[in-house]
Protein backbone atom coordinates (compact mmCIF):
# COMPACT_ATOMS: atom_id res chain seq x y z
CA UNK A 1 0.00 0.00 0.00
CA UNK A 2 1.63 3.27 -0.89
CA UNK A 3 2.43 5.81 1.90
CA UNK A 4 0.14 8.10 0.95
CA UNK A 5 -2.69 6.10 2.85
CA UNK A 6 -3.57 5.35 -0.58
CA UNK A 7 -7.11 3.63 -0.90
CA UNK A 8 -10.07 3.29 -3.51
CA UNK A 9 -11.85 6.33 -3.43
CA UNK A 10 -8.88 8.43 -4.56
CA UNK A 11 -9.32 6.08 -7.63
CA UNK A 12 -7.35 4.77 -11.36
CA UNK A 13 -5.03 2.56 -14.22
CA UNK A 14 -7.02 1.79 -17.15
CA UNK A 15 -5.98 -0.71 -19.91
CA UNK A 16 -6.22 1.24 -22.43
CA UNK A 17 -8.22 4.46 -23.96
CA UNK A 18 -6.75 5.96 -26.68
CA UNK A 19 -6.13 10.36 -27.31
CA UNK A 20 -6.63 12.83 -29.84
CA UNK A 21 -3.91 15.18 -31.29
CA UNK A 22 -2.06 18.04 -29.40
CA UNK A 23 -3.57 21.15 -30.66
CA UNK A 24 -2.32 24.80 -30.45
CA UNK A 25 -4.06 28.39 -30.84
CA UNK A 26 -2.93 31.93 -30.68
CA UNK A 27 -6.34 34.01 -29.37
CA UNK A 28 -9.72 32.38 -29.52
CA UNK A 29 -10.06 29.12 -31.71
CA UNK A 30 -12.40 26.65 -32.29
CA UNK A 31 -11.06 23.24 -30.32
CA UNK A 32 -14.00 20.06 -30.47
CA UNK A 33 -16.61 22.50 -31.00
CA UNK A 34 -15.73 24.74 -28.36
CA UNK A 35 -14.07 28.13 -28.53
CA UNK A 36 -11.29 29.06 -26.91
CA UNK A 37 -10.85 32.70 -25.31
CA UNK A 38 -7.44 32.42 -24.63
CA UNK A 39 -4.32 32.27 -26.21
CA UNK A 40 -1.54 31.10 -27.05
CA UNK A 41 -3.04 28.18 -25.80
CA UNK A 42 -1.97 24.09 -26.47
CA UNK A 43 -4.08 20.86 -25.59
CA UNK A 44 -1.92 18.46 -24.50
CA UNK A 45 -3.38 15.16 -24.28
CA UNK A 46 -2.30 11.84 -22.69
CA UNK A 47 -3.90 8.02 -22.86
CA UNK A 48 -3.97 6.08 -20.47
CA UNK A 49 -0.23 4.72 -20.54
CA UNK A 50 0.71 8.46 -19.91
CA UNK A 51 1.97 8.53 -23.99
CA UNK A 52 1.25 12.52 -24.89
CA UNK A 53 0.22 12.76 -28.80
CA UNK A 54 2.57 12.97 -31.22
CA UNK A 55 1.84 16.43 -31.75
CA UNK A 56 1.82 17.89 -28.05
CA UNK A 57 5.55 18.49 -27.46
CA UNK A 58 5.37 20.16 -30.77
CA UNK A 59 2.13 22.55 -30.12
CA UNK A 60 3.85 23.12 -26.44
CA UNK A 61 7.43 24.10 -28.24
CA UNK A 62 5.49 26.56 -30.07
CA UNK A 63 3.87 28.92 -27.55
CA UNK A 64 6.03 31.77 -26.51
CA UNK A 65 5.40 33.08 -23.08
CA UNK A 66 7.03 34.22 -19.95
CA UNK A 67 4.07 32.34 -18.10
CA UNK A 68 2.57 28.93 -18.95
CA UNK A 69 -0.35 28.08 -16.97
CA UNK A 70 -1.05 24.33 -16.71
CA UNK A 71 -4.12 22.87 -15.98
CA UNK A 72 -5.36 19.58 -15.60
CA UNK A 73 -9.26 18.42 -15.55
CA UNK A 74 -10.51 15.99 -13.06
CA UNK A 75 -13.00 13.22 -13.30
CA UNK A 76 -16.57 13.15 -14.58
CA UNK A 77 -14.36 15.00 -17.50
CA UNK A 78 -14.71 13.93 -21.23
CA UNK A 79 -13.21 15.76 -23.77
CA UNK A 80 -15.35 17.68 -25.27
CA UNK A 81 -16.46 19.43 -21.44
CA UNK A 82 -12.71 19.77 -20.37
CA UNK A 83 -11.99 22.01 -23.42
CA UNK A 84 -15.37 23.91 -22.33
CA UNK A 85 -13.77 23.74 -18.75
CA UNK A 86 -10.50 24.97 -19.74
CA UNK A 87 -11.66 27.83 -21.28
CA UNK A 88 -13.87 28.93 -18.46
CA UNK A 89 -11.13 28.65 -16.04
CA UNK A 90 -8.78 30.58 -17.97
CA UNK A 91 -10.98 33.79 -19.11
CA UNK A 92 -10.27 36.08 -16.25
CA UNK A 93 -6.34 35.41 -16.39
CA UNK A 94 -5.37 38.44 -19.13
CA UNK A 95 -6.96 40.79 -16.51
CA UNK A 96 -4.93 39.58 -13.42
CA UNK A 97 -1.69 39.46 -14.57
CA UNK A 98 0.68 42.52 -14.38
CA UNK A 99 1.73 44.21 -17.50
CA UNK A 100 4.90 42.11 -17.56
CA UNK A 101 3.89 38.63 -17.59
CA UNK A 102 2.83 37.03 -21.12
CA UNK A 103 0.58 34.01 -20.63
CA UNK A 104 0.56 30.93 -22.40
CA UNK A 105 -1.80 28.18 -21.44
CA UNK A 106 -2.08 24.63 -21.45
CA UNK A 107 -4.61 22.19 -20.75
CA UNK A 108 -4.17 18.71 -19.88
CA UNK A 109 -6.41 16.21 -21.50
CA UNK A 110 -6.56 12.46 -19.92
CA UNK A 111 -9.07 9.65 -20.27
CA UNK A 112 -11.30 10.32 -17.96
CA UNK A 113 -15.09 9.41 -17.69
CA UNK A 114 -18.44 11.23 -17.61
CA UNK A 115 -21.56 10.47 -15.60
CA UNK A 116 -24.17 12.65 -16.85
CA UNK A 117 -26.31 12.33 -13.91
CA UNK A 118 -23.62 14.60 -11.85
CA UNK A 119 -24.09 18.30 -12.87
CA UNK A 120 -21.58 21.27 -13.45
CA UNK A 121 -22.91 24.44 -11.89
CA UNK A 122 -23.18 27.05 -14.24
CA UNK A 123 -21.94 24.78 -16.40
CA UNK A 124 -23.32 21.99 -18.23
CA UNK A 125 -25.54 23.53 -21.33
CA UNK A 126 -28.97 22.51 -21.98
CA UNK A 127 -29.59 18.60 -23.11
CA UNK A 128 -25.91 17.49 -21.91
CA UNK A 129 -27.03 16.02 -18.36
CA UNK A 130 -29.19 12.52 -17.88
CA UNK A 131 -33.09 13.39 -18.23
CA UNK A 132 -34.88 13.11 -14.72
CA UNK A 133 -36.33 9.76 -13.93
CA UNK A 134 -33.19 6.72 -14.74
CA UNK A 135 -32.78 6.43 -10.81
CA UNK A 136 -30.36 3.79 -10.21
CA UNK A 137 -30.21 2.92 -14.31
CA UNK A 138 -27.81 4.15 -16.40
CA UNK A 139 -28.83 6.66 -18.88
CA UNK A 140 -27.78 6.65 -22.50
CA UNK A 141 -24.61 8.65 -22.03
CA UNK A 142 -23.16 7.57 -19.31
CA UNK A 143 -23.89 3.33 -20.56
CA UNK A 144 -22.00 5.10 -23.91
CA UNK A 145 -18.96 7.12 -21.49
CA UNK A 146 -19.10 3.47 -19.50
CA UNK A 147 -18.22 1.51 -22.91
CA UNK A 148 -15.50 4.00 -23.85
CA UNK A 149 -14.00 3.10 -20.74
CA UNK A 150 -14.40 0.03 -20.93
CA UNK A 151 -14.35 -0.90 -24.81
CA UNK A 152 -14.11 -4.59 -24.26
CA UNK A 153 -16.89 -5.55 -22.03
CA UNK A 154 -19.64 -5.26 -23.93
CA UNK A 155 -21.25 -7.90 -22.54
CA UNK A 156 -20.50 -7.34 -18.94
CA UNK A 157 -21.92 -3.84 -19.27
CA UNK A 158 -25.40 -4.89 -20.84
CA UNK A 159 -25.82 -7.09 -17.73
CA UNK A 160 -24.83 -4.45 -15.14
CA UNK A 161 -27.53 -2.03 -16.99
CA UNK A 162 -29.97 -4.39 -16.93
CA UNK A 163 -29.72 -5.37 -13.18
CA UNK A 164 -29.63 -1.58 -12.48
CA UNK A 165 -32.60 -1.27 -14.60
CA UNK A 166 -34.29 -4.20 -13.38
CA UNK A 167 -33.49 -3.68 -9.57
CA UNK A 168 -34.35 -6.93 -8.66
CA UNK A 169 -35.22 -7.90 -4.85
CA UNK A 170 -32.82 -10.74 -4.94
CA UNK A 171 -29.29 -11.11 -2.88
CA UNK A 172 -27.96 -13.20 -5.76
CA UNK A 173 -28.71 -10.79 -8.24
CA UNK A 174 -26.70 -8.49 -6.06
CA UNK A 175 -23.90 -11.30 -6.01
CA UNK A 176 -24.17 -11.02 -9.80
CA UNK A 177 -23.59 -7.74 -9.74
CA UNK A 178 -20.87 -7.26 -7.27
CA UNK A 179 -19.12 -10.37 -9.49
CA UNK A 180 -19.62 -7.85 -12.82
CA UNK A 181 -18.13 -5.19 -11.24
CA UNK A 182 -15.23 -6.62 -9.96
CA UNK A 183 -14.22 -7.84 -13.26
CA UNK A 184 -14.69 -4.70 -15.21
CA UNK A 185 -12.34 -2.77 -12.69
CA UNK A 186 -9.99 -5.65 -13.23
CA UNK A 187 -8.93 -5.39 -9.48
CA UNK A 188 -6.49 -8.48 -9.27
CA UNK A 189 -4.34 -6.84 -11.91
CA UNK A 190 -4.61 -3.23 -10.62
CA UNK A 191 -4.33 -4.48 -6.79
CA UNK A 192 -0.85 -5.57 -7.84
CA UNK A 193 0.34 -2.79 -8.74
CA UNK A 194 -1.19 -0.43 -5.95
CA UNK A 195 -1.87 -2.79 -2.67
CA UNK A 196 -1.04 -5.76 -1.18
CA UNK A 197 -4.79 -6.70 -1.46
CA UNK A 198 -7.55 -5.89 -3.46
CA UNK A 199 -9.93 -3.00 -1.53
CA UNK A 200 -12.57 -4.29 0.44
CA UNK A 201 -15.02 -2.05 -1.01
CA UNK A 202 -15.13 -4.93 -3.95
CA UNK A 203 -14.74 -7.94 -2.00
CA UNK A 204 -16.90 -7.57 1.38
CA UNK A 205 -20.04 -8.70 1.35
CA UNK A 206 -21.99 -7.03 -1.57
CA UNK A 207 -25.30 -6.35 0.15
CA UNK A 208 -23.43 -4.53 3.06
CA UNK A 209 -21.14 -2.33 0.26
CA UNK A 210 -24.57 -1.19 -1.56
CA UNK A 211 -26.32 -0.53 2.11
CA UNK A 212 -23.24 1.79 3.44
CA UNK A 213 -23.55 3.07 -0.26
CA UNK A 214 -26.87 4.40 -0.51
CA UNK A 215 -27.02 5.52 2.85
CA UNK A 216 -24.03 7.57 2.03
CA UNK A 217 -25.84 8.98 -1.01
CA UNK A 218 -28.73 9.72 1.39
CA UNK A 219 -26.40 11.81 3.63
CA UNK A 220 -24.53 13.73 0.51
CA UNK A 221 -28.71 14.56 -0.29
CA UNK A 222 -29.08 12.26 -3.13
CA UNK A 223 -32.86 11.25 -4.21
CA UNK A 224 -33.72 7.76 -3.90
CA UNK A 225 -36.15 5.71 -5.36
CA UNK A 226 -38.93 5.43 -3.20
CA UNK A 227 -39.17 8.10 -1.76
CA UNK A 228 -36.59 11.31 -0.43
CA UNK A 229 -33.17 10.99 1.29
CA UNK A 230 -34.18 12.34 4.48
CA UNK A 231 -31.67 13.25 7.81
CA UNK A 232 -31.13 10.09 9.71
CA UNK A 233 -32.59 8.24 6.59
CA UNK A 234 -31.58 4.02 7.30
CA UNK A 235 -31.66 1.38 4.77
CA UNK A 236 -34.17 -1.50 5.78
CA UNK A 237 -36.59 -3.87 4.56
CA UNK A 238 -36.53 -4.64 0.94
CA UNK A 239 -33.35 -4.74 -1.22
CA UNK A 240 -34.28 -2.36 -4.19
CA UNK A 241 -33.52 0.75 -2.61
CA UNK A 242 -30.09 -0.62 -2.28
CA UNK A 243 -29.69 -0.77 -6.21
CA UNK A 244 -28.87 3.32 -5.98
CA UNK A 245 -25.86 1.74 -3.55
CA UNK A 246 -24.68 -0.54 -6.45
CA UNK A 247 -25.01 2.11 -9.05
CA UNK A 248 -22.03 3.97 -6.48
CA UNK A 249 -20.23 1.25 -6.09
CA UNK A 250 -19.62 1.07 -10.27
CA UNK A 251 -18.98 4.60 -10.05
CA UNK A 252 -16.21 3.77 -7.44
CA UNK A 253 -14.95 0.95 -9.94
CA UNK A 254 -14.34 4.22 -12.50
CA UNK A 255 -12.68 5.91 -9.71
CA UNK A 256 -10.51 2.60 -8.46
CA UNK A 257 -8.93 3.05 -12.36
CA UNK A 258 -8.18 6.60 -12.16
CA UNK A 259 -6.64 7.53 -9.49
CA UNK A 260 -3.81 5.23 -10.48
CA UNK A 261 -4.42 6.50 -14.01
CA UNK A 262 -3.99 10.13 -12.85
CA UNK A 263 -0.97 9.02 -11.16
CA UNK A 264 0.72 7.72 -14.09
CA UNK A 265 -0.11 10.05 -16.60
CA UNK A 266 1.48 13.06 -14.13
CA UNK A 267 4.52 11.07 -13.76
CA UNK A 268 5.15 8.90 -17.02
CA UNK A 269 3.83 11.99 -18.59
CA UNK A 270 3.05 15.39 -18.00
CA UNK A 271 6.22 15.41 -15.89
CA UNK A 272 8.89 14.48 -19.05
CA UNK A 273 7.09 16.46 -21.00
CA UNK A 274 7.47 19.27 -18.48
CA UNK A 275 11.31 18.39 -17.57
CA UNK A 276 12.21 18.37 -21.84
CA UNK A 277 10.36 21.68 -21.93
CA UNK A 278 11.97 23.10 -19.17
CA UNK A 279 15.37 22.12 -21.00
CA UNK A 280 15.02 23.84 -24.07
CA UNK A 281 13.08 26.38 -22.39
CA UNK A 282 15.21 27.44 -18.44
CA UNK A 283 13.51 30.78 -18.40
CA UNK A 284 9.93 29.80 -18.51
CA UNK A 285 8.02 29.70 -15.65
CA UNK A 286 5.44 27.04 -15.25
CA UNK A 287 2.25 26.98 -12.97
CA UNK A 288 0.81 24.28 -12.50
CA UNK A 289 -3.34 23.73 -11.64
CA UNK A 290 -5.23 20.50 -11.58
CA UNK A 291 -8.73 20.18 -10.31
CA UNK A 292 -9.73 16.47 -8.39
CA UNK A 293 -7.69 13.85 -10.02
CA UNK A 294 -6.67 16.24 -11.68
CA UNK A 295 -4.45 17.49 -8.89
CA UNK A 296 -2.93 14.21 -8.78
CA UNK A 297 -2.22 14.10 -12.42
CA UNK A 298 0.10 17.83 -11.83
CA UNK A 299 1.18 16.76 -8.30
CA UNK A 300 3.01 13.20 -9.29
CA UNK A 301 4.60 15.19 -12.13
CA UNK A 302 6.55 16.39 -9.94
CA UNK A 303 8.17 12.78 -9.58
CA UNK A 304 9.80 13.13 -12.69
CA UNK A 305 10.93 16.69 -12.07
CA UNK A 306 14.51 16.77 -11.75
CA UNK A 307 15.90 17.91 -8.41
CA UNK A 308 17.53 20.99 -10.01
CA UNK A 309 14.95 22.10 -12.11
CA UNK A 310 13.70 25.54 -10.66
CA UNK A 311 10.80 26.32 -13.49
CA UNK A 312 7.76 25.21 -11.54
CA UNK A 313 6.83 28.09 -9.62
CA UNK A 314 3.65 27.43 -7.56
CA UNK A 315 1.67 24.47 -7.72
CA UNK A 316 -2.42 24.81 -7.32
CA UNK A 317 -4.56 22.25 -5.86
CA UNK A 318 -8.49 22.78 -6.64
CA UNK A 319 -10.58 20.28 -4.55
CA UNK A 320 -7.94 17.64 -5.03
CA UNK A 321 -9.21 13.55 -4.84
CA UNK A 322 -5.40 12.57 -3.10
CA UNK A 323 -4.79 11.86 0.70
CA UNK A 324 -4.56 15.24 2.62
CA UNK A 325 -0.86 13.38 3.98
CA UNK A 326 0.73 13.18 0.54
CA UNK A 327 3.31 15.22 1.52
CA UNK A 328 4.01 14.35 4.71
CA UNK A 329 7.01 12.85 6.11
CA UNK A 330 5.75 11.40 8.47
CA UNK A 331 2.27 9.85 8.84
CA UNK A 332 0.55 10.19 12.27
CA UNK A 333 -1.32 7.03 12.75
CA UNK A 334 2.07 5.36 11.07
CA UNK A 335 5.14 7.26 11.99
CA UNK A 336 7.41 4.98 10.04
CA UNK A 337 5.77 5.95 6.95
CA UNK A 338 5.23 9.58 4.87
CA UNK A 339 2.92 10.18 2.02
CA UNK A 340 3.22 8.91 -1.43
CA UNK A 341 4.50 12.88 -2.34
CA UNK A 342 6.72 13.23 0.64
CA UNK A 343 9.34 16.30 0.36
CA UNK A 344 8.02 17.07 -3.29
CA UNK A 345 6.65 20.38 -2.31
CA UNK A 346 10.66 21.38 -2.43
CA UNK A 347 10.57 20.91 -6.54
CA UNK A 348 8.01 23.63 -6.63
CA UNK A 349 10.22 27.15 -6.26
CA UNK A 350 7.10 28.37 -5.05
CA UNK A 351 4.19 28.04 -2.95
CA UNK A 352 1.84 24.50 -3.13
CA UNK A 353 -1.93 25.84 -2.30
CA UNK A 354 -4.58 23.42 -1.74
CA UNK A 355 -7.68 25.11 -1.82
CA UNK A 356 -10.44 23.10 0.08
CA UNK A 357 -14.28 23.26 0.13
CA UNK A 358 -16.51 21.36 3.43
CA UNK A 359 -19.50 21.97 0.66
CA UNK A 360 -17.61 19.00 -1.48
CA UNK A 361 -19.65 16.40 -0.87
CA UNK A 362 -17.80 14.14 -3.31
CA UNK A 363 -14.30 14.40 -0.77
CA UNK A 364 -16.64 14.55 2.71
CA UNK A 365 -18.61 11.81 2.00
CA UNK A 366 -17.62 9.08 -0.93
CA UNK A 367 -13.73 9.57 -0.48
CA UNK A 368 -13.05 9.18 3.48
CA UNK A 369 -16.37 6.40 2.86
CA UNK A 370 -14.08 4.08 0.18
CA UNK A 371 -10.82 4.70 1.68
CA UNK A 372 -12.14 2.60 5.01
CA UNK A 373 -13.55 0.03 2.77
CA UNK A 374 -10.29 -0.55 1.67
CA UNK A 375 -9.53 -2.58 4.70
CA UNK A 376 -10.66 -0.38 7.80
CA UNK A 377 -12.35 -2.29 10.73
CA UNK A 378 -14.01 0.11 12.74
CA UNK A 379 -17.20 0.26 10.34
CA UNK A 380 -18.14 1.56 7.11
CA UNK A 381 -19.66 5.18 8.10
CA UNK A 382 -18.32 8.26 9.78
CA UNK A 383 -15.27 10.20 9.34
CA UNK A 384 -12.04 9.08 10.72
CA UNK A 385 -9.49 11.69 9.37
CA UNK A 386 -6.71 8.89 8.27
CA UNK A 387 -8.80 8.86 5.35
CA UNK A 388 -9.26 12.51 4.21
CA UNK A 389 -8.98 14.10 0.88
CA UNK A 390 -6.83 17.39 0.57
CA UNK A 391 -9.74 18.70 -1.12
CA UNK A 392 -11.74 18.04 2.05
CA UNK A 393 -9.31 19.63 4.91
CA UNK A 394 -6.53 20.26 3.08
CA UNK A 395 -2.80 19.87 4.05
CA UNK A 396 -2.56 17.46 7.04
CA UNK A 397 0.56 16.81 8.55
CA UNK A 398 3.39 19.31 7.33
CA UNK A 399 4.77 20.63 9.94
CA UNK A 400 4.60 24.97 9.34
CA UNK A 401 1.92 24.87 6.70
CA UNK A 402 -0.39 27.62 7.09
CA UNK A 403 -4.14 27.76 6.71
CA UNK A 404 -5.88 30.64 5.36
CA UNK A 405 -8.86 31.98 4.24
CA UNK A 406 -9.81 32.53 0.64
CA UNK A 407 -10.56 36.29 1.80
CA UNK A 408 -6.95 36.47 3.49
CA UNK A 409 -5.12 35.24 0.45
CA UNK A 410 -7.09 37.78 -1.62
CA UNK A 411 -6.05 40.20 0.51
CA UNK A 412 -2.73 39.48 1.46
CA UNK A 413 -1.35 37.08 -0.95
CA UNK A 414 0.43 33.77 -0.29
CA UNK A 415 3.35 32.77 1.30
CA UNK A 416 6.58 32.34 -0.64
CA UNK A 417 7.27 28.48 -0.60
CA UNK A 418 6.18 25.21 1.20
CA UNK A 419 2.61 23.55 1.33
CA UNK A 420 -0.76 26.37 2.46
CA UNK A 421 -4.43 25.73 2.95
CA UNK A 422 -6.60 27.51 1.59
CA UNK A 423 -10.16 27.69 2.76
CA UNK A 424 -12.23 28.52 -0.52
CA UNK A 425 -15.91 27.35 0.67
CA UNK A 426 -17.16 30.76 0.74
CA UNK A 427 -17.02 30.51 -3.32
CA UNK A 428 -16.87 26.49 -3.78
CA UNK A 429 -20.30 25.88 -2.64
CA UNK A 430 -22.41 25.04 -5.32
CA UNK A 431 -23.77 21.39 -6.85
CA UNK A 432 -26.49 18.87 -6.54
CA UNK A 433 -26.15 15.41 -5.51
CA UNK A 434 -24.18 13.27 -4.81
CA UNK A 435 -21.18 15.47 -5.61
CA UNK A 436 -21.67 18.58 -4.59
CA UNK A 437 -19.62 21.18 -4.68
CA UNK A 438 -16.83 19.23 -5.83
CA UNK A 439 -16.51 20.61 -9.50
CA UNK A 440 -17.67 24.44 -8.56
CA UNK A 441 -14.32 26.08 -9.56
CA UNK A 442 -14.95 28.42 -12.39
CA UNK A 443 -14.26 31.44 -10.10
CA UNK A 444 -12.26 34.69 -10.63
CA UNK A 445 -11.28 34.28 -6.89
CA UNK A 446 -9.67 31.13 -7.46
CA UNK A 447 -7.99 32.29 -10.43
CA UNK A 448 -6.53 34.97 -8.10
CA UNK A 449 -5.23 32.22 -6.29
CA UNK A 450 -3.28 30.48 -9.04
CA UNK A 451 -1.90 34.31 -9.78
CA UNK A 452 -0.75 34.93 -6.43
CA UNK A 453 0.69 31.73 -6.02
CA UNK A 454 2.84 32.46 -9.33
CA UNK A 455 3.31 35.85 -8.24
CA UNK A 456 2.14 37.13 -11.63
CA UNK A 457 -0.33 40.25 -10.64
CA UNK A 458 -0.16 43.77 -10.98
Given amino acids: MSAEGDVVADIGTDMGAGAAGGRAHAGAHAVGGAAIGVGPYAELVFDADGDPDRGAR ?22 STATRLFDRFFAPFPGLVGSGVRLGYVGVVWPSIRFSDEPIPDFDAPGALAEPGYGPALDPRTREALGAFWPHRPAELD ?14 AFTEFGALVRELAGVDAVATAIAPAVPM ?51 Q ?37 GHSFGARVVSFSLRAVPDGMRNVKSLTLLQGAFSHYA ?35 ALKV ?3 LASRMAGDSAGLLGFDERWGAIGHDGVQAVPGAPRLTLDAVLREGL ?44
Wanted: proline share 6%; hydrophobic share 40%.
Fill in 366 to 368: FYP
Fill in 159 to 172: RVAELLEERPESEA
Fill in 58 to 79: EALSRIEATDLLVFAHGWNTDP
Fill in 415 to 458: PAAGCVSVDAGSVVRRGGAPSGAHSDICHEELARVVVAAGRMGR
Fill in 327 to 361: FADSLPHARGRGGALRGLQGRVDGPVAACHSPHDS
Fill in 201 to 251: IFTADVLEVCRALTEALAEAGAALPEGPSVPGFSVGGGLRKLWSGAKELLR
Fill in 253 to 289: ATYYQMKARAGVVGERGLGPVLAELAGHRPALRIHLV
